[in-house]
C-alpha cells in the first residue's frame, strides 16, 4: 500500500481541525468526529489548543484509504505559529488548503498559498463551511482565482447554499477547466483540436498536472456536516502523489518536531526519506557530527502511534534515543538543507517571573520550548538576571505564558514587545594590537579590518595573512569569537552581513622554565585569542561606524474606498508608506510598508476605521535605517569591550600595567 504525507493548511478558524475530525470518521478511524468548541478533537491534545480552540503544535494522525494510507498533519492557522506551519512542509508530499466558504481568501491563505507554490507542493482546495448562512460559491471561485491562483479545477457544484441541508454534487469537472489544462499537456491540446477529447484522458491529465503543482483541484463542502467529505478524500487518494524512497537505501531523515515526555525524555517527529531505521541502530544525526542509538520507534496507523521495530523510506516516525537533537537536523544522510521558508521573528520581549517563579527553573522550562521551536530565540543575560524572548506576534506571547503556566507551573508576565533591529555597518574599520605591547595584556597579536556586505550575505572571515603562521586553532579562534562578537555591534544589536579580515596574528611558543614543564604564563593559549578578540574588533567596528536597523513589513491593505480618508492619516502616523493605491468595484487597495513594530497596532485599529470590512497582509520585506526618535540601545550581556577597563576587570587574568 502507498503512502501519503498530508499537510492541512489554512487560515485562522477556516475549519482545518474540524475537517481533520471528519476525515479520520469518513475513514472509519473514529465513530463520531471531535468538536473543537467541546475540546475533544484527537489532534488538538494539548489543554490550551482545547481551552483556546486553536492548533498551536502540529499533530500527527494516520488513517488508511483503500489504496494508500495517509499521514496527516493537523497544521495551526494563526500567523503568530507560522514557525510550526514550517517545519512541517519539507515533509510534505502533498497538502489540502482550506478556504472558508464564508470569509473567503484571507491574508493568511494568501501566504499560505504562495509558499506552497514556491516550493510546489501538489495542493488541493477544500472550501469548507457551506451550510453557514453567508456561505458563497461563485463568489469564492471568483477569489482563488484572482487572489491565489487561476490554475484552478473546480470538481463541486452545491445545493442548498447556506443551509444545514446544504449539499456538494459532482461538476462542473475537468472539462470546464480544458483550457487550464490543455496550456501545459500537449497531448490534450492536440486532442481538443482534433476533438478526439475523452473523460479518461481529462482525468489522466488533471492527476498529473496536479502531481506535478501546476493545477489545483477545487472541492466544496461541510466538515461540520460530512458534505463533500467524500469526494474529498478521493482527490487525496487518486490526484495526489504517494511518497516516494528507497527503503533499501541509506538512511535519511528529517525531524520536523521535538516533544518531551512526562519524565523529560526527548523525541523526535521524522519523516524518512530513504532507507530503514531501526531499533538499536546507532546513526549519526544533525550537523556536527553526533552520534546516537535508537531506543525506541513508533509508527503512526488508524489514528494511534503503535510501537514498531523500525521505520522506512516515506513513513513518519516517532524516534528516542537521540539526546540532543533538534528541530531541522537530518537524521543518517542529510536529505537537503533545511530551510527557513518563511523570515525569521522580528519581535522581541524580555520574560518577567512573577511571584514564586525560581529563574533557575525558567531558564530551564524556555530551554525546552526553544528545543521544540527553533525560531524561538532565548538570550540570557547573566549579569541582569534577565531572559529575552524572539516572538512573532502577541498570541504567540500569550500562548508561551499559558504554556509556561500549564505544564511547568511558572506564573511570569512580559515587558512590552519591542522590534528585532540590526546594525549595519557604514564604513571600513581596522584595527590592531600586538603581542608584548601596551596596552594588550594577552599573549597574542591580532589585527582585523571590518568592511560592509551586501545584506543577506552574512559574515564572512578570510585570512590575509600565512595560515601556517601560527596554529591552527588560534586561527579557529579568532574566527570563532569574531561570529560569536558580531552578535552585539556597537549598539547592542547583532551585525549580520559584513566582511571580517585578520590582517596580522602572532602568539608566543610554549615556553617552560629550566627543568619544568610548559608555563602558560610564557605562552600563548586558545583563551588569549579569545579574549584579545573582541577588543580589536570592536575598535575595528567603532572607526567603521554602524547605523541601527529595525525591521519593515511590507503591506497589503484593503478596506473600502470611502474609508481612505480616515486610514490615510492613521497610517502616517504609524510610520507606513502606502506605495502604490488602486480601487476596484468599491475596494481599494494599499500596498506599502510598514515598521515590523507598529504591525500590531494598526491591525488592531483597522476593524474601527473601515467598518470592519479592512484586510490587512503583512510579511517581513527587509530592515531600514531607524529615521525617527531615539537610536534603540540593546543591553549587552557579554563583557563589554566597549568599555575596556570593565571587559579587562571581567575577563583576563593578566591585567597589564
Not at 484527537?42 to 494510507?69: C, N
Not at 499560505?112 to 501538489?122: A, G, S, Y
Not at 517563579?357 to 521544540?372: D, N, Y
Not at 552581513?497 to 608555563?519: I, L, W
Request: proline share 7%; hydrophobic share 40%; net charge negative.
Amino acid at each position: 500500500m502507498h503512502l501519503l504525507n498530508l499537510g492541512i493548511l489554512a487560515h485562522v478558524d477556516a475549519g482545518k481541525t474540524s475537517l481533520t475530525e471528519r476525515l479520520l470518521h469518513s475513514a472509519g478511524v473514529i465513530d463520531e468526529p471531535g468538536s473543537v468548541d467541546a475540546g475533544n478533537t484527537r489532534t488538538d491534545t494539548l489543554a490550551l489548543e482545547r481551552r483556546r480552540g486553536i492548533t498551536i503544535k502540529s499533530a500527527v494522525v494516520s488513517f488508511p484509504l483503500e489504496g494508500v494510507t495517509v499521514n496527516l498533519i493537523d497544521t495551526p492557522g494563526h500567523p503568530d505559529f507560522i514557525a510550526e506551519v514550517e517545519r512541517v512542509l519539507g515533509v510534505l508530499d502533498g497538502a489540502v488548503l482550506v478556504v472558508s466558504a464564508v470569509e473567503g481568501v484571507q491574508a493568511q491563505t494568501r501566504v499560505l498559498m504562495r509558499t506552497l507554490q514556491r516550493l510546489r507542493i501538489p495542493t488541493l482546495l477544500f472550501v469548507n463551511k457551506i451550510d453557514r448562512r453567508g456561505a458563497r460559491h461563485g463568489d469564492v471561485l471568483r477569489e482563488i482565482a484572482a487572489r491565489l491562483t487561476p490554475a484552478v479545477v473546480p470538481l463541486a457544484a452545491v445545493t442548498g447554499l447556506g443551509t444545514r441541508t446544504a449539499r456538494a454534487t459532482p461538476g462542473p469537472g475537468p472539462a470546464a477547466a480544458l483550457d487550464v489544462l490543455a496550456e501545459h499537456d500537449d497531448a490534450l491540446l492536440a486532442a481538443y483540436v482534433e476533438d478526439t477529447v475523452t473523460d479518461a484522458l481529462l482525468h489522466r491529465s488533471l492527476a498529473a498536472q496536479t502531481r506535478q503543482a501546476r493545477v489545483h483541484p477545487v472541492y466544496f463542502g461541510s466538515a461540520a456536516t460530512g458534505a463533500g467529505v467524500d469526494a474529498l478524500l478521493s482527490g487525496i487518494e487518486n490526484l495526489l502523489p504517494p511518497a516516494a524512497g528507497d527503503s533499501d537505501g541509506p538512511v535519511s531523515g528529517t525531524v520536523f518536531k521535538v516533544e518531551r515526555g512526562p519524565a523529560g525524555e526527548r523525541s523526535a517527529y521524522v519523516r524518512m526519506f530513504s532507507g530503514t531505521l531501526r531499533t538499536r541502530d546507532r546513526v549519526p544525526f544533525g550537523t556536527d557530527g553526533a552520534e546516537g542509538r535508537v531506543t525506541g520507534i513508533s509508527v503512526f496507523a488508524r489514528g494511534a502511534d503503535l510501537r514498531a521495530d523500525s521505520v522506512g523510506a516515506g513513513q513518519i516516525a516517532r524516534v528516542t534515543g537521540l539526546d540532543g537533537i533538534r528541530i531541522g537536523d537530518p537524521v543518517g544522510a542529510p536529505h537537503k538543507e533545511y530551510e527557513h521558508v518563511f523570515a525569521p521573528p522580528t519581535l522581541e520581549t524580555v520574560v518577567v517571573p512573577g511571584p514564586g517563579a525560581h529563574r533557575g527553573a525558567l531558564h530551564l522550562a524556555l530551554t525546552r520550548l526553544a528545543e521544540q521551536d527553533p525560531l524561538i530565540g532565548l538570550r540570557h543575560d547573566e549579569r541582569r538576571g534577565e531572559t529575552s524572548l524572539s516572538l512573532y506576534g502577541e498570541v504567540q506571547k500569550e500562548v508561551v505564558q499559558a504554556t509556561l503556566a500549564d505544564e511547568f507551573g511558572l506564573d511570569v508576565g512580559f515587558r512590552a514587545t519591542t522590534p528585532l533591529c540590526v546594525e549595519r555597518l557604514t564604513g571600513t574599520g581596522e584595527a590592531v594590537e600586538f603581542l608584548h605591547k601596551d596596552p594588550n595584556p594577552f599573549l597574542a597579536t591580532v589585527g582585523l579590518r571590518v568592511e560592509p556586505a551586501p545584506p543577506g550575505s552574512g559574515v564572512g572571515f578570510r585570512l590575509e595573512v600565512e595560515l601556517g603562521s601560527m596554529p591552527y586553532a588560534f586561527f579557529k579562534a579568532v574566527e570563532d569569537t569574531v561570529r560569536e562578537t558580531l552578535e552585539q555591534g556597537l549598539h547592542g544589536w547583532r551585525v549580520p552581513d559584513c566582511a571580517v579580515a585578520m590582517t596580522h596574528c602572532g602568539y608566543s611558543p610554549r615556553q617552560s622554565h629550566a627543568h619544568q614543564g610548559f608555563d602558560k604564563s610564557m605562552s600563548s593559549t586558545g583563551a588569549d585569542f579569545r579574549g584579545l578578540t573582541p577588543l580589536v574588533l570592536t575598535e575595528a567596528l567603532r572607526r567603521a561606524g554602524t547605523r541601527v536597523h529595525e525591521p519593515v513589513h511590507r503591506f497589503r491593505l484593503e478596506a473600502p474606498a470611502d474609508t481612505l480618508g480616515a486610514l490615510l492619516p492613521v497610517l502616517t502616523q504609524l510610520g507606513a508608506v502606502p506605495e502604490t493605491t488602486h480601487t476596484r468595484d468599491g475596494t481599494c487597495v494599499l500596498d506599502g510598508t510598514v515598521p515590523a513594530a507598529r504591525v500590531h497596532t494598526l491591525g488592531q485599529r483597522l476593524p474601527g476605521l473601515t467598518r470592519g470590512e479592512g484586510e490587512l497582509e503583512s510579511a517581513f520585506a527587509h530592515y531600514a535605517p531607524v529615521t525617527h526618535g531615539t537610536v534603540p540601545e540593546r543591553p549587552r550581556t557579554d563583557h563589554n569591550p566597549l568599555d575596556r577597563k570593565e571587559y579587562l576587570l571581567n575577563v583576563t587574568r593578566r591585567v597589564g600595567g
